[in-house]
């Protein structure tokens, strides 16, 4: 049972889009992946815009309804969507759902809310979940202005708490200057010592999912 746990240094950094190009790194190579986003929050069911996991897979891929554990309608941190929604998140039932999916394919892709300080309970945070899971980490982070700080207090809090699987994967949306990005790469690497950072390029179509070749195999 092998988890990658995708989490991003803030909120819409590109967690589908690098969740859909492993998705589809891991299929190219022959490799039984799955998809699993546990909570989703801000839409109304899987097959809403907003849905992640539609995002991901598509309509086609199956029957994604089984790709949520939960979904709640207001688009916030899950604890607080999920007390709007008079519902209270049970962190056993939600580990054992997650571990029974992983189970059931080689790799499984699970997509976190947020960042890793996001609640999924009053005290139980995104970094407990991917540490009770023994998963291996994939931070997203951006590729301009602002990263150097974001990326190093969420490597370095991985750290603290002994998760050691990270690979960080910085997406450049926008098209940022090359420069930039060097320093930027140049700098992580150096205040953290985690080596391997994969950029991937601003893509036009996601209809027309490129393959990267992440190195996670």
Known sequence: MRILFITGTDTDVGKSIIAKLLYHYFEEN???????????????????????????????????????????????????????????????????????????????????????????TKDYCMIDLIKELDAEVILVTRAGLGTQNHTILSIKALQFCNISKINIIMSDSKGIDSQMIRENIEIIQHLTNCNDIILVPKIEDLKDVPYMNFNLI
């Open 30 to 120: 022959n490799i039984d992946v799955d998809y699993f986003k546990p909570l989703q929050t801000g839409c109304k069911n899987v097959y809403s815009e907003d849905s992640d996991a539609l995002k991901v897979l598509g309509k086609s891929n199956g029957n994604i309804t089984k790709k949520c554990y939960k979904i709640f309608t207001n688009p916030k941190a899950p604890y607080y969507a999920a007390k709007d929604d008079n519902y209270s998140i049970d962190i056993q039932e939600l580990v054992n759902k997650i571990k029974r999916t992983a189970n059931d394919s080689e790799i499984l892709i699970c997509e976190g809310a947020g960042g890793l300080f996001v609640p999924i």
